[in-house]
């Protein structure tokens, strides 16, 4: 009787395994970003104070898409490049993780493509695309 519970019990996780593989759902929203390079100061969201961008670099402007109101000023997102019109354009498998510190419609500095959901910093930009490309289709999810 034991040993027929854990078939079941065992066939039940092969099942939900399975199931898992198939049915991967994904919680992250499409858009467009663009590039952006100096001058970074001021922002939108903390003005002329230098210590806003991560060391990493890896920072970016909301668009409108996900500016809310400037509820976005902060957020993290993790954002790869799924696509653009030049193939090869996107590194593959490269996820980064950006924090928004501007609006892309105030930015000092005039972004590769303009009406994008985000625009990334240069560094940002080349992490996980060709940095000759001005337009990619990307991935985002706020973490």
């Given at each position: ?93 490269q996820t980064i993780q950006i924090r928004i510190v501007d609006y892309a419609l105030q930015l000092e500095s005039t972004p590769s ?30 973490v």
């Amino acid at each position: 009787m034991l040993s027929r519970i854990r078939q079941a019990l065992q066939w039940l996780s092969f099942l939900l395994f399975i199931s898992q593989l198939i049915c991967n759902t994904s919680f992250a929203d499409v858009g467009t970003a663009a590039r952006y390079g100096p001058p970074f100061l001021p922002t939108t969201c903390y003005g002329n104070d230098p210590t806003q961008f991560p060391s990493s670099n890896l920072f970016a402007a909301a668009g409108d898409g996900i500016w809310d109101n400037g509820a976005s000023c902060g957020r993290q997102y993790l954002v790869r490049c799924i696509s653009a019109s030049e193939p090869g354009t996107c590194e593959p498998e490269q996820t980064i993780q950006i924090r928004i510190v501007d609006y892309a419609l105030q930015l000092e500095s005039t972004p590769s493509v303009s009406g994008t959901t985000i625009v990334l910093s240069e560094t940002a930009f080349r992490t996980i695309a060709n940095s000759t490309a001005t337009l990619i289709n990307v991935e985002f999810q706020q973490v």
